[in-house]
């Protein structure tokens, strides 16, 4: 079993390979005005571990929220890649990236929050709560960084890797700042089993809390 995780939904594209479970390939490069070039990297990542693309069993592909070029690329992309090869797919919460090896280290959290740049002096809070040790989406929405003290109870653990700096100090000493997201993540969130096109398509729609804005 072979299988591909992707996320673009940062400035970073993150992209894992793993073979019957094991990690062979982890990575990450600048992606915002390079998003292009995405299927020739790819391609010759694993071309060097001795597989095609067309080797990938499932294709997993991060769906925000973030941005919003910046998922429609990685969507796009994965499915242009599995239409023509067979493989299956399916989009995942681009939250898991962040909330998956922060929760390893931290195993007594019942409930995580992960904060994304919503600009405007606001955040999008990517809320996770852990039923029966498994990790579940629990709703995202758009808050004022000034109203996080407030909500913190509300909202559980945060964790972010959004600028220290975009933070003032009262709100900065709530938040764990963490690297970049880790798309080998997704491999590890427990899914329900999509059995027809229709349902891989339908799961790769992007999260999107405000309405996008075409200029």
């Known amino acids: 079993m072979i299988r591909a995780c992707l996320d673009t939904s940062t400035n970073m594209a993150s992209f894992s390979l793993q073979k019957d479970g094991v990690e062979i390939i982890s990575v990450s490069r600048e992606c915002q005005k390079g998003a292009s070039k995405l299927l020739p990297w790819i391609s010759e990542l694993i071309k060097e571990k001795g597989f095609s693309t067309s080797d990938v069993n499932e294709w997993r592909v991060g769906i925000g929220p973030g941005s919003f070029t910046g ?8 499915k242009g890649i599995c239409y023509a090869s067979g493989a299956d797919f ?9 909330l998956m090896p922060f929760v390893a280290a931290n195993e007594n959290l019942e409930k995580v929050s992960v904060l994304h740049d919503g600009r405007r002096k606001e955040v999008i809070a990517n809320t996770f709560i852990k039923k029966g040790g498994t990790w579940l989406e629990h709703g995202t929405k758009v808050i004022k960084i000034s109203d996080l003290p407030s909500k913190k109870e509300e909202l559980g653990e945060l964790i972010s890797n ?12 709530l938040i764990s700042f963490t690297e970049a997201i880790h798309a080998g993540s997704f491999a590890n969130v427990t899914l ?14 992007p999260i999107y809390v405000r309405p996008p804005v075409f200029i």
């Open 90 to 98: 399916r989009g995942v919460n681009s939250g898991y990236g962040f």
């Open 71 to 78: 998922m429609r690329v990685g969507i796009a992309f994965v």
């Open 162 to 173: 959004m600028p220290e700096e975009n933070f003032e100090d009262d709100v900065k000493s």
């Open 192 to 205: 329900e089993k999509l059995n027809t096109q229709e349902e891989m398509d339908l799961s790769c729609e």
